[in-house]
């Protein structure tokens, strides 16, 4: 057992560091405990409820995908599409879960919940914050 104990914690790194540097999908969907209750496509949209000046969000659709527990897909906005990306857990809660911005100010976080057809929530970012809603098509 004191042989494989440094084996997995540096597994373990090795996983960290592939999802922080690369983004690879099989890291981050072995951190946590996901559920496949929520797997298949969904589509919704995100609006903002309070903005300053310089937020950058808009109104958009949002497509994405769920596997195994692991989100992603993409929210279509005027100045573009921004990725979306995270974990869906067991009881459908969100975690680790944002929407990629070129700044760093303007990456959204999310919280909210995911049932059998249906999900929402609310986004924050450092500029404007608002709610989104997804519908399960497949």
């Not at 969907?29 to 000046?53: C, I, L, P």
């Not at 969000?57 to 989100?71: E, S």
């Not at 897909?73 to 979306?84: A, E, K, L, Y």
């Not at 700044?103 to 057809?117: N, P, Q």
């Amino acid at each position: 057992m004191a042989r494989i104990r440094p084996l997995l914690a540096a597994a373990s790194l090795s996983l960290a560091a592939c999802a922080a540097l690369t983004g690879c999908t099989g890291a981050l969907k072995s951190f946590g405990s996901t559920s496949e209750a929520f797997d298949g496509a969904w589509v919704g949209q995100m609006n903002v409820v309070s903005r300053t000046r310089t937020c950058i969000m808009t109104r958009g659709g949002i497509r994405l995908t769920i596997d195994g527990g692991y989100m992603q897909g993409n929210v279509r906005q005027s100045g573009g599409n921004r990725r979306i990306e995270g974990l869906v857990q067991e009881d459908g809660t969100l975690s680790s879960t944002t929407i990629d911005a070129e700044f760093d100010k303007d990456t959204a976080s999310l919280t909210g919940r995911f049932e059998e057809m249906e999900a929402e929530g609310h986004w924050t970012s450092e500029e404007c914050d608002g709610t989104w809603s997804l519908r399960k098509i497949r």
